[in-house]
């Protein structure tokens, strides 16, 4: 079973987070920094435990149940975004601490919208409604790498769709109408859509990418690599950052574990994730690529929902006969 593979390879890459962390809290005289971080690793690692022992126990319930959570929490995020006067042009928080938090939620949503669309029949209503309302939280965010990666998936998503029903006549058509459709109401309001000022921020945002002050390898810790190369082997822990040049984390989802971690860790994390997209031959491997190229400018590695979308590519195979038996007509969202 694929899935228990992936739980002991993540379960190995904890224990060594942990030995890890532990063995430099001591040596720095036991600094609590390397304890705090180690937490998150252990609690993100019993939700996605727990997302694999759900979906055994419930198989396609559990997938009816995970969509339904996260679109009534789409809803209530685009509901508060709303009320705290939307659409502005300014980089906006929703519930969140900070734009760049908001838009990383919002990529990883677009990936458990897309994996378990992918294994579960969802009214296109549910799916586009839950789509549009997490793609204007992702934009209204202005983070360049989540509305890049944001973009990327679903576009890759669609032409995934299309090449699937190439040969569907009604699929044609569809398509025919819905760009006749998108490309009249783009000329007849193109006035008021340019001027919208969210509108006018995204594509600001875009054209900055590489001329702010912090896009640029050094400013996101990439320079570590060169400067401490004697903590590539085993890894120098998560804290005391100062040892490494200046106090702030490495800006980098993989960079962060190699540098923390070396080159065992970072064996162990990406042994995990093959061993999550391999049960479903790769299909989903784009969706985890993204979300990774979000993570070349930013740690996400403590989000929990990354955890768990990985969880969930790892027990669900969309070509399984299982799966499709199971996604009857009682069965639909």
């Not at 180690?38 to 969509?67: G, P, Q, T």
């Not at 685009?78 to 906006?92: D, H």
Request: charged share 10%.
């Amino acid at each position: 079973m694929q899935s228990k593979v992936f739980i002991y390879t993540s379960l190995a890459f904890v224990v060594y987070v942990l030995f890890i962390n532990i063995l430099w809290s001591l040596i720095l005289n036991g600094n609590l920094e390397f304890f705090t971080t180690s937490a998150f690793y252990i609690f993100n690692f019993l939700a996605s435990l727990m997302v694999v022992m759900l979906y055994h126990e419930y198989h396609n319930d559990f997938f009816k149940y995970m969509y339904t959570s996260v679109f009534i929490s789409t809803i209530i995020q685009f509901a508060i975004y709303l009320v705290s006067g939307g659409f502005n042009g300014g980089r906006v928080l929703a519930s969140f601490n900070n734009p760049n938090q908001l838009g990383y939620h919002n990529l990883l949503v677009l990936g458990f919208l897309i994996v378990i669309n992918q294994r579960l029949k969802v009214r296109i209503w549910w799916f586009a409604s839950s789509v549009t309302a997490s793609l204007i939280l992702c934009f209204s965010s202005l983070s360049k790498a989540a509305i890049v990666g944001y973009l990327g998936m679903l576009v890759f998503f669609l032409l995934t769709k299309v090449k699937a029903k190439l040969f569907d006549k009604r699929i044609i058509i569809y398509l025919i109408v819905i760009i006749l459709i998108l490309s009249m109401a783009y000329y007849f309001n193109e006035k008021i859509i340019t001027s919208s000022q969210l509108y006018r921020s995204v594509i600001d945002r875009i054209l900055s990418i590489g001329s702010d002050n912090d896009d640029n390898l050094s400013a996101r810790g990439y320079d570590r690599f060169a400067n401490y190369p004697q903590y590539l082997a085993f890894g120098a822990g998560e804290g005391e950052y100062l040892r490494l040049g200046y106090a702030m984390e490495f800006h980098s989802t993989l960079g962060n574990i190699l540098i923390s971690y070396g080159i065992i860790g970072i064996f162990l994390y990406l042994a995990s994730i093959v061993f999550s997209i391999k049960n479903n031959r790769y299909n989903d491997a784009y969706i985890v690529f993204f979300i990774f190229l979000y993570g070349l400018t930013h740690n996400g590695i403590r989000n929990t929902l990354l955890w768990m979308l990985v969880a969930l590519i790892s027990v669900g195979d969309i070509n399984s006969n299982t799966i499709k038996h199971r996604c009857t007509r009682g069965d639909n969202l």
